[in-house]
């Protein structure tokens, strides 16, 4: 999904509250990344959200807000890859255990086409579930 100018500095201070989807996350970092314009906007609204915080809460000021800043940027792409790596993995399991149901109602629907080893194995399966 690509972004423009516009959506991008639309999207500041949704980034800034971590108030952004992950879709919406990836699409407004590709485009900070490489629009200067639009990166410049977000160190300014950085800045300023950082000053409003500091006079808020009183904590120590940090000198290097640009520092700051890249941080967040980093950690959000982190995420981002982090989350993607989580579904992959998800849908590696729903796959799996997709064809572990099949691989179990086709075994118990063509139970007489299977090799001996697989059936004997079935049984034992079946007394050990029925407790006997
Ligand atoms: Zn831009």
Partial sequence: ??????????????????????????????????????????ETSFMLTYALQYIDSH?????DIGTLLKEKLHKSAMRLRLNRLLSVLMWIMIVTMGIAILLI????????FLPSAWTDLLEQIEQVLSGS
């Fill in 59 to 63: 904590e120590k000021l940090s000198t």
């Fill in 105 to 112: 109602l086709a075994s118990l629907l063509f139970r007489e």
């Fill in 1 to 42: 999904m690509k972004i423009s100018c516009r959506e991008t500095q639309h999207l500041i201070s949704a980034y800034l509250n971590d108030e952004i989807s992950d879709r919406e996350c990836a699409a407004f970092l590709a485009h900070i990344g490489t629009c200067p314009k639009c990166m410049h906007e977000l």
